[in-house]
């Protein structure tokens, strides 16, 4: 391959994957066209694109932004997925896939620059909650002791309010009330 056709690539990886923060490296080596097609039309539903890279051009594409961390990984045939809501939702996708299509193997993940090795990392990560259920966690975090504490300040007043009303049921139907002991 010629010197300008290798720019030319490393031109367009680096505007294909511009906006790309994080992403999981995958070879799908010994996987069939139809199987291919399948894989990635799945992926494609929730949209999770796959791009087949080559490894020496990515490096030079990723240098400086936050997939250089991908580097120790791409090696071998090697591509690239990446999109939907978070690349925690890609490795979810992916682990689920890995049980089905055996060809498929996981090489690495990034997030915010931190690589994610192998099976055991792609898996890791996708038991990370997503930005979307951290926050909602946290929310949930601060809002529990104000929530705890009302739940506190209702509970004298509602069995009063349930004796009150208990009285006044009583006294409509005539009955008189005694002292109680």
């Known amino acids: 391959m010629s010197k300008p056709v290798k720019d030319m690539m490393v031109a367009e990886y680096r505007r294909r994957f511009s906006d790309v923060d994080s992403a999981v490296v995958v070879e799908i080596r010994g996987l069939d066209a139809e199987g291919t097609a399948a ?8 949209t999770i694109r796959v791009s087949i890279v080559k490894n020496t051009l990515a490096r030079k594409a990723f240098a ?16 690239l997925v990446y999109g939907g809501a978070s690349v925690v939702d ?3 996708e992916l682990v ?12 690495a993940a990034c997030l915010d620059g931190i690589l ?10 996708s038991t990370m909650p997503t930005r979307e259920e951290a926050q909602t966690e ?4 601060a809002l529990s002791p104000g929530r705890n504490l009302l739940g506190a300040a209702k ?16 006294l409509e139907r005539g009955e008189t009330i005694s002292k109680a002991s």
């Open 39 to 46: 894989l990635r039309g799945g992926l494609r539903e929730k």
């Open 64 to 79: 400086g932004t936050p997939l250089e961390a991908l580097d120790p990984a791409l090696k071998g045939p090697s591509a």
């Open 90 to 92: 890609v490795a979810r």
């Open 96 to 107: 689920a896939k890995i049980k089905k299509v055996k060809q498929l193997e996981l090489k």
């Open 116 to 125: 994610y090795e192998g099976v055991e990392g792609v898996t890791r990560l």
């Open 138 to 141: 946290l929310v949930t975090l």
């Open 155 to 170: 509970g004298p007043g509602g069995r009063i309010l349930g004796i009150v009303k208990e009285i006044q049921e009583r």
